[in-house]
T-cell receptor
């Protein structure tokens, strides 16, 4: 099953914060976050690995709760460039199928 | 420059006419995959390939074929396209992280397919 993302959409003013959540019914091996701007391809933001290791862009922060099978992406002091659709992707094994959520649309206004 | 190149970008075809969407990467990645993107459903994996001659089904493989004869190329084949395959398709090439784990996926620019 696809992971479930919430909220489906969020509207922010520049400088405000937001949290995007991703939850799975299966045990997770890793969680991946991507952002897609309108008409473009998804772009990598971050990987969070079971056990606490993570790799990603410095300005993005996220958490991974293995017990709850959830991950959250934190958009802090949002900028106009943060607008787009955010997808979480999950691996339930160390490799193989990658399943994405339906996405969270983020709109940052001036 | 690291690149995943898909062709064509746009394609309108008729039901039943076989077509191939090409995907090529220049990063020497072993792992490649195909996704379709539909409104409200996000990205759904069609097929993936761990390496040359190694492919496996994703979540929505029905009506699609793939082949991986060379490391850099991973074409998507629709033998008999139907209108429900109208979608936006992305190819992705994924790096390895720490030797064995899937890392960052690099996506192609997408192919918008319309089947009439």
């Amino acid at each position: 099953q696809q992971p479930v993302q919430s909220p489906q959409a969020v509207i922010l003013r520049e400088g405000e914060d937001a949290v995007i959540n991703c939850s799975s019914s299966k045990a997770l091996y890793s969680v991946h976050w991507y952002r897609q701007k309108h008409g473009e391809a998804p772009v990598f933001l971050m990987i969070l690995l079971k056990g606490g290791e993570q790799k990603g862009h410095e300005k993005i922060s996220a958490s991974f709760n293995e017990k709850k099978q959830q991950s959250s992406l934190y958009l802090t002091a949002s900028q106009l460039s943060y607008s787009g659709t955010y997808f979480c992707g999950i691996y339930t094994d160390s490799w193989g199928k990658l399943q994405f959520g339906a996405g969270t649309q983020v709109v940052v206004t001036p | 420059e690291a690149q995943v190149t898909q062709n064509p970008r746009y394609l309108i075809t008729v039901t039943g006419k076989k077509l191939t969407v090409t995907c090529s990467q220049n990063m020497n990645h072993e792992y490649m995959s195909w996704y379709r993107q539909d409104p409200g459903l996000g990205l759904r994996q069609i097929y993936y390939s761990m390496n040359v001659e190694v492919t496996d089904k994703g979540d929505v493989p029905e009506g699609y074929k793939v082949s991986r004869k060379e490391k850099r190329n991973f074409p998507l084949i629709l033998e008999s396209p139907s209108p429900n395959q109208t979608s936006l398709y992305f190819c992705a090439s994924t790096s390895r992280w720490r030797g064995g784990l899937e890392g960052e996926a690099f996506f192609g620019q997408g192919t918008r397919l319309t089947v009439v």
